[in-house]
């Protein structure tokens, strides 16, 4: 009689992003789009669960923090940091869309001194409320702002809080090209602040070229790029440990999360949609805090074996209640 089971040679290989969930730090190169990113990489790894958090323009480069599998369900809370860049500012040339893809609105001279650029770039920092770009995805009555520009109908563009700091001029030409640094809080446009820089300076400016270099706490030196991920996806292993720092399994993800350890018990039960009478008890302090802050705050629960649970987020009125399961 025969075997039932077929050669070993003949059984079918595990895609290489089956058992990855967490995140991939991938270093988005220019002209992509950060769905582009995402679809390639839903391609290598033979997944379909990927996501991304903080779209970027495709004219910039940089971080792109990546959703696997069951990280996609914590978006929410990764989306939520802070941002840091490198803008290469061009002086004296605006566009329709704040940055170089844009057609051409205005030209003009510049003669400007580097102590001018500079005190200009310093002021222009701290909390500002400022009109969301007219290219962008942001939605006005349904529709996307960018929608709205191409077909050239007019629309009231919405006024978004943006903060910007620890602002620092790299470098300046002498003529029309200045290089800063800076981080912004979540949603803010780079295209908008340079847009900001030119009017102040009274000569126009728009955003040249554009580099993420951190998404808190995450950094683009530790990312992967395009062609390293596709060499690792197509290797005979496809080993984990070889993607180092780009990967971040979910029980990592939420470092800046307060972290609860569940006993084998509490978490069998957790996993089942409930809290313990001990877990809930152990929750009792989080509870207190976020009634006298009146803010909401979200803990970690955490399998014995260190894995990721789920998620438990604290309510003033409402107390502790389940977020997140994760089946991993």
């Not at 057609?103 to 003669?111: D, H, I, K, P």
């Not at 909390?127 to 007219?134: H, L, N």
């Not at 978004?160 to 290089?179: A, I, P, T």
């Not at 302090?285 to 629960?301: H, P």
Request: aromatic residues 6%; positive net charge; charged residues 25%.
């Amino acid at each position: 009689m025969t075997s039932s089971q077929p050669p070993a040679s003949q059984t079918a290989k595990k895609s290489p992003g089956s058992d990855l969930h967490g995140l991939l730090l991938v270093d988005k190169p220019v002209d992509w789009s950060s769905h582009d990113v995402v679809s390639k990489v839903r391609r290598l790894l033979g997944i379909s669960a990927v996501g991304h958090c903080g779209t970027l323009d495709p004219f910039a480069s940089g971080l792109l923090v990546l959703l696997l599998g069951q990280g996609t369900k914590i978006s929410d809370y990764i989306l939520t940091q802070d941002k840091s860049y490198i803008v290469d500012v061009l002086l004296g040339k605006t566009t329709d869309t704040l940055d170089r893809t844009g057609e051409a609105l205005s030209e003009s001279a510049v003669s400007l001194s580097r102590e001018e650029v500079e005190t200009a770039v310093l002021d222009l920092q701290g909390e500002m409320q400022i009109p969301v770009p007219s290219f962008s995805a942001v939605k006005v009555k349904g529709r996307k702002l960018y929608s709205y520009a191409r077909s050239d109908q007019p629309v009231e563009k919405p006024i978004k809080v943006m903060n910007f700091y620890n602002l620092q001029l790299l470098e300046f030409d002498g003529d029309k090209r200045l290089k800063v640094r800076m981080c912004c809080s979540k949603g803010s446009y780079i295209r908008s602040w340079a847009s900001l820089l030119g009017d102040k300076l009274g000569v126009g400016a728009l955003a040249e070229e554009l580099r993420r270099t951190e998404s808190q706490p995450f950094r683009v030196h530790d990312a992967i790029g395009i062609g390293s991920l596709e060499r690792w996806a197509h290797s005979e292993k496809s080993d984990v440990e070889e993607l180092g720092k780009s990967y971040i399994p979910l029980s990592q993800s939420l470092p800046f999360m307060r972290r609860l350890t569940a006993s084998l018990r509490d978490e069998k039960l957790f996993s089942n949609g409930q809290i313990s009478r001990d877990l809930g008890g152990r929750l009792v302090g989080d509870i207190r805090e976020s009634q006298k802050s009146g803010e909401s705050q979200v803990v970690q629960i955490c399998g014995a074996n260190g894995s990721l649970v789920g998620l438990v987020e604290i309510q003033p009125e409402r107390g502790a209640r389940i977020r997140r399961v994760f089946k991993v």
